[in-house]
């Protein structure tokens, strides 16, 4: 799995006329699960029904550049659910294909990306399109690491879940997460990575309800081997 996610990441680079020893990157994939309920439905009638959401799904996430400190980031989150409450279906999608990472240490990063989103509940959370301006924080080795997440998005249509995020006002939908992860961390080939499980919070601003929770998962992470500058 760790090969594939490298291989799908680093495959526009491969097209490039340069020799792939100049290049430096890393990619990190979550597994993950999340459950939310209603913590406060004040805005409720701004057009949402729902009152406890699960999701579970995947992000792959990576950066790639000839700098070994700063390069060009992408992403793909996808996680599929349901409202518990009114049994309507949940979807979640998103893809980042413009943004910037900074490698920090052997493995981490912060990465701040942007791109569109199409997110939904049947029957309680209208579809709409969204325009998501996300960051992500992976810092830590060896046993302990830090996930953060915080996206910001901004609602293309669907009138009834614009202005949404009281939090952001220059947003219409907020999501974050925060988690610790468990694990260890090793060098296969001189190739830095790690995994382990790791238990988090949730927090959502989506069509006028506050949502909370919990979020459990695994993380895979790997970059290539960090080069001394020239």
Known sequence: MKALAVTLLLAPVLAEARPFDEFQGGSWLHYELTGLTDVDDTMRGSGTDAKQLVLAG?????FVG??????????FDLALGGTINSGGFAYDVALFPVG????????GVIALGA??????ATST????????LELNIEVGGGRIRLLARARA?????????????PSVPFADELDATVGVRLGRHYEDYGFPSGNGYFLGASYRELAGTRFAGVV????????TPRKPRR
């Open 153 to 165: 998005s901004y609602i293309a249509g669907a009138a009834g879940r614009q202005s949404a995020a």
């Open 115 to 120: 791109g569109v989103q199409a997110i939904g």
């Open 216 to 223: 459990i998962g695994y993380s895979i992470d790997m970059a």
């Open 100 to 107: 910037v990472g900074v490698r920090v240490g052997r493995t």
């Open 125 to 132: 959370i209208d579809d709409a399109i969204a325009l998501p």
């Open 58 to 62: 995947a992000r792959l996430h990576g």
């Open 66 to 75: 000839t700098n070994s400190t700063i390069g060009y980031h992408i992403g």
